[in-house]
């Protein structure tokens, strides 16, 4: 079983930057593919962006693309989010969580990611 840890939210200004870390336990993480997600306050939760096993392929939602750039390092069991330009509408509780096994594309499909993070808050002021 894998378990996820999110950390490095915060507060930051519009404009600033965010680099938000899923560290995982057990030695499978390599193995799955992983997503970011966020739900901000009165809204559904959403895909931001998703990384198959190996890093080969991503998928970003189109609200982040080029401001935000998704990363694994299998070696560590971790994966990150890298957060430019934040906005406020960025502002969210941000999740990751394990996808499917050894798939050759990142899927975005939420009911396909489970093992979820407690969370961490990203809050952006103007």
């Known amino acids: 079983q894998v378990q996820l840890v999110e950390s490095g939210g915060g507060l930051v200004q519009a404009g600033g930057s965010l680099r938000l870390s899923c560290a995982a336990s057990?030695?499978?993480?390599?193995?799955?593919?992983m997503g970011w997600f966020r739900q901000a306050p009165g809204k559904e939760r959403e895909s931001v962006a998703t990384i198959n096993w190996n890093g080969g392929s991503t998928y970003y939602a189109d609200s982040v693309k080029g401001r935000f750039t998704i990363s694994r390092d299998n070696s560590k069991n971790t994966g990150y989010l890298q957060m430019n330009s934040l906005k406020p509408e960025d502002t969210a509780v941000y999740y990751c969580a394990r996808g499917p096994l050894y798939t050759s594309v990142a899927t975005p499909t939420l009911r396909e990611y489970g093992n979820w993070g407690q969370g961490t808050q990203v809050t952006v002021s103007s």
């Open positions: 057990g030695r499978i993480f390599s193995t799955y593919a």
